[in-house]
C-alpha cells in the first residue's frame, strides 16, 4: 500500500505560497477591481450595466469552457509522465503575461479586454487543478483538512497583500481615474510573479514519469486514460456524487465571486470607502473560515463540514438579497438610520466565512477520494466540475440580470446551494476515502 506521509514544513509552505500569489488574480482582477472596471467604464453602458455584465460573465464562462476541455485530459498525461510543475510553471507564465497586457483594455477596446480576461482566466483556473493536485502526496488523510485549510487561509492573506497596493496607490475604479486604475493588471502580474518563486523551489515532483507507450501520441495518452477512469468511475461512487454537488455550490459560488463587488457597486451602491472595507472584511473572514473549518474537517469530518458550509451559504444569500429591504424597514418602522451599505458589510462577513470554508472543504474531500496515483486526473474532474459550474452560473446569472436585474437574479444562488446540499447527503465520506486506499493498494485492479 502507498503510503501517505507528510511532508516537510518547507514544501507544505511552498505549495500554499502559490495559493498566496494566485489570489492576487482572483481578487483584483475577478473580484474586486477589474471586474467592476470593465463593466463601468470599459463598457460603460449606464445606468444598468447589462451589456457590460453580460459581457464580463461570457468571457469568464468561455474561459471555464476551456477549462473544462483540457483540464482531465491534461491532467491524465500529468499523471502518466510526473509533469505536474512543469505544466504548473506554464500556466503561471501564461497568466502572467496576459494579465500584464490587460493594462491596455480601455474604452473603446472592449474585445482586446474580452480576450485577455479569457486567456488570463483559462490559464489561472486551470493552474488551480494542477496546484490542487499536489495535496494528496502532502500528508496523511488526517492532516488533509488543516493543510488544504491553511493554504486557502494564505491565499486571502495574499488578496489583501495584494490589494494594499491599489488602495493606496491606485485609487478608486472611476472613469476619471481610469490612468491609474488601469495599472491593476500589471502590478496584479508582478505580485503573482514574484509571490510564487517559493512554489517552484521548495515543492517536489511526486510519482515517477513513465515511458509513453510505442506509437501512442500525449492527446491519444490522456483521452485512454480519461476514457479509463470514466470507465471505473463506478467504483468511485462518492467522489462522483461529489463532483455533482461541488458543480451546483460552485455554480453559487462562481457568481458571487464574480459579481458581489460589482452588485455593491450597482445595486447597494456603496462609497469609496466602504467598498475597502469591506474587501478587508472579507479577505479576514474567508481567511479565519478556511483556517479554522480545516480543524473542524478533521474533527467532525470534511463531508459534514461542506454541509454546515452550503446552510451558511444560503443565509448569506438570503441576506444579500434582503439587504435593501431590511435598510428601509429599520429606517421607515424603527426610526433606525440604517444604511444598507452598512448592513452589507455584515453580510459579507457571513459571506466570507463560507466561501473560505467551502472551498476548503471540498478540495479536501477530493483529496481523500483521490488514489495517489491519479490523483491529478481525479483534480482534474475536480477542475472541470467547478469550471463547468462557472460556465452554467455565470452564463444563467448573466441572462437573469439582463432579464430581471442583477437584485432580484441573485436569488438563482439560493436554488443552486440547495440542491448542492440535497445531492452531498448521498456521499459517504468513510466509504471513498477505503476506495482511495485500496485502489493505491493495487485491490481494485484498475
Given at each position: 500500500?502507498?503510503?501517505?506521509?507528510?511532508?516537510?514544513?518547507?514544501e507544505i509552505l511552498g505549495w500554499a505560497m502559490f495559493d498566496f500569489a494566485n489570489s492576487a488574480y482572483?481578487?483584483?482582477?475577478?473580484?474586486?477591481?477589474?471586474?467592476?472596471?470593465?463593466?463601468?467604464?470599459?463598457?460603460?453602458?449606464?445606468?444598468?450595466?447589462?451589456?457590460?455584465?453580460?459581457?464580463?460573465?461570457?468571457a469568464l464562462a468561455v474561459s471555464y469552457l476551456l477549462v473544462v476541455v483540457c483540464s482531465p485530459i491534461?491532467?491524465?498525461?500529468?499523471?502518466?509522465?510526473?509533469?505536474?510543475?512543469?505544466?504548473?510553471?506554464?500556466?503561471?507564465?501564461?497568466?502572467?503575461?496576459?494579465?500584464?497586457?490587460?493594462?491596455?483594455?480601455?474604452?473603446?477596446?472592449?474585445?482586446?479586454?474580452?480576450?485577455?480576461?479569457?486567456?488570463?482566466?483559462?490559464?489561472?483556473?486551470?493552474?488551480?487543478?494542477?496546484?490542487?493536485?499536489?495535496?494528496?502526496?502532502?500528508?496523511?488523510?488526517?492532516?488533509?483538512?488543516?493543510?488544504?485549510?491553511?493554504?486557502?487561509?494564505?491565499?486571502?492573506?495574499?488578496?489583501?497583500?495584494?490589494?494594499?497596493?491599489?488602495?493606496?496607490?491606485?485609487?478608486?475604479?472611476?472613469?476619471?481615474?481610469?490612468?491609474?486604475?488601469?495599472?491593476?493588471?500589471?502590478?496584479?502580474?508582478?505580485?503573482?510573479?514574484?509571490?510564487?518563486?517559493?512554489?517552484?523551489?521548495?515543492?517536489?515532483?511526486?510519482?515517477?514519469?513513465?515511458?509513453?507507450?510505442?506509437?501512442?501520441?500525449?492527446?491519444?495518452?490522456?483521452?485512454?486514460?480519461?476514457?479509463?477512469?470514466?470507465?471505473?468511475?463506478?467504483?468511485?461512487?462518492?467522489?462522483?456524487?461529489?463532483?455533482?454537488?461541488?458543480?451546483?455550490?460552485?455554480?453559487?459560488?462562481?457568481?458571487?465571486?464574480?459579481?458581489?463587488?460589482?452588485?455593491?457597486?450597482?445595486?447597494?451602491?456603496?462609497?469609496?470607502?466602504?467598498?475597502?472595507?469591506?474587501?478587508?472584511?472579507?479577505?479576514?473572514?474567508?481567511?479565519?473560515?478556511?483556517?479554522?473549518?480545516?480543524?473542524?474537517?478533521?474533527?467532525?469530518?470534511?463531508?459534514?463540514?461542506?454541509?454546515?458550509?452550503?446552510?451558511?451559504?444560503?443565509?448569506?444569500?438570503?441576506?444579500?438579497?434582503?439587504?435593501?429591504?431590511?435598510?428601509?424597514?429599520?429606517?421607515?418602522?424603527?426610526?433606525?438610520?440604517?444604511?444598507?451599505?452598512?448592513?452589507?458589510?455584515?453580510?459579507?462577513?457571513?459571506?466570507?466565512?463560507?466561501?473560505?470554508?467551502?472551498?476548503?472543504?471540498?478540495?479536501?474531500?477530493?483529496?481523500?477520494?483521490?488514489?495517489?496515483?491519479?490523483?491529478?486526473?481525479?483534480?482534474?474532474?475536480?477542475?472541470?466540475?467547478?469550471?463547468?459550474?462557472?460556465?452554467?452560473?455565470?452564463?444563467?446569472?448573466?441572462?437573469?440580470?439582463?432579464?430581471?436585474?442583477?437584485?432580484?437574479?441573485?436569488?438563482?444562488?439560493?436554488?443552486?446551494?440547495?440542491?448542492?446540499?440535497?445531492?452531498?447527503?448521498?456521499?459517504?465520506?468513510?466509504?471513498?476515502?477505503?476506495?482511495?486506499?485500496?485502489?493505491?493498494?493495487?485491490?481494485?485492479?484498475?
Amino acid at each position: 500500500m502507498t503510503q501517505r506521509t507528510r511532508a516537510p514544513r518547507r514544501e507544505i509552505l511552498g505549495w500554499a505560497m502559490f495559493d498566496f500569489a494566485n489570489s492576487a488574480y482572483t481578487t483584483l482582477i475577478i473580484t474586486v477591481v477589474f471586474g467592476d472596471l470593465f463593466t463601468r467604464v470599459i463598457v460603460g453602458d449606464a445606468p444598468d450595466y447589462r451589456l457590460g455584465n453580460l459581457l464580463w460573465s461570457l468571457a469568464l464562462a468561455v474561459s471555464y469552457l476551456l477549462v473544462v476541455v483540457c483540464s482531465p485530459i491534461v491532467g491524465a498525461v500529468i499523471d502518466y509522465t510526473a509533469t505536474k510543475k512543469g505544466f504548473l510553471f506554464a500556466s503561471y507564465l501564461l497568466t502572467v503575461v496576459t494579465t500584464a497586457m490587460l493594462y491596455w483594455a480601455a474604452p473603446g477596446y472592449v474585445w482586446l479586454g474580452v480576450i485577455l480576461i479569457i486567456l488570463s482566466n483559462f490559464a489561472f483556473s486551470i493552474g488551480e487543478s494542477f496546484i490542487a493536485s499536489f495535496l494528496p502526496s502532502l500528508g496523511p488523510p488526517e492532516d488533509l483538512g488543516k493543510i488544504s485549510g491553511f493554504g486557502w487561509a494564505l491565499g486571502y492573506i495574499g488578496g489583501l497583500a495584494s490589494t494594499l497596493f491599489v488602495v493606496l496607490l491606485l485609487g478608486e475604479v472611476s472613469a476619471e481615474n481610469f490612468e491609474r486604475i488601469r495599472w491593476v493588471g500589471p502590478w496584479t502580474a508582478f505580485f503573482f510573479l514574484a509571490a510564487a518563486i517559493p512554489t517552484f523551489v521548495w515543492l517536489r515532483e511526486p510519482g515517477l514519469a513513465r515511458a509513453l507507450p510505442p506509437a501512442t501520441s500525449y492527446i491519444q495518452l490522456g483521452i485512454s486514460r480519461v476514457s479509463q477512469t470514466l470507465t471505473h468511475l463506478k467504483a468511485h461512487r462518492d467522489l462522483a456524487v461529489l463532483l455533482v454537488a461541488v458543480f451546483f455550490s460552485m455554480s453559487g459560488i462562481s457568481i458571487i465571486i464574480t459579481y458581489a463587488f460589482i452588485y455593491g457597486a450597482q445595486v447597494i451602491r456603496w462609497d469609496e470607502s466602504v467598498r475597502t472595507l469591506m474587501f478587508v472584511l472579507v479577505q479576514i473572514t474567508a481567511a479565519a473560515g478556511a483556517f479554522g473549518f480545516g480543524f473542524i474537517q478533521d474533527r467532525i469530518g470534511a463531508l459534514r463540514t461542506y454541509l454546515l458550509t452550503l446552510i451558511l451559504w444560503i443565509l448569506a444569500i438570503l441576506l444579500i438579497y434582503l439587504t435593501p429591504a431590511i435598510a428601509q424597514i429599520a429606517q421607515a418602522q424603527l426610526g433606525l438610520d440604517w444604511q444598507a451599505q452598512y448592513i452589507f458589510l455584515f453580510v459579507g462577513c457571513v459571506a466570507g466565512m463560507s466561501l473560505g470554508a467551502c472551498q476548503s472543504t471540498t478540495r479536501t474531500l477530493v483529496g481523500l477520494f483521490s488514489p495517489l496515483t491519479r490523483s491529478a486526473e481525479m483534480f482534474g474532474f475536480w477542475g472541470l466540475s467547478m469550471k463547468l459550474a462557472g460556465v452554467f452560473g455565470l452564463l444563467a446569472i448573466g441572462l437573469l440580470q439582463a432579464l430581471f436585474g442583477l437584485h432580484k437574479a441573485v436569488l438563482f444562488c439560493i436554488l443552486l446551494f440547495v440542491v448542492a446540499f440535497i445531492v452531498a447527503r448521498a456521499v459517504d465520506e468513510t466509504r471513498g476515502r477505503r476506495i482511495a486506499a485500496e485502489h493505491d493498494a493495487g485491490v481494485r485492479g484498475w
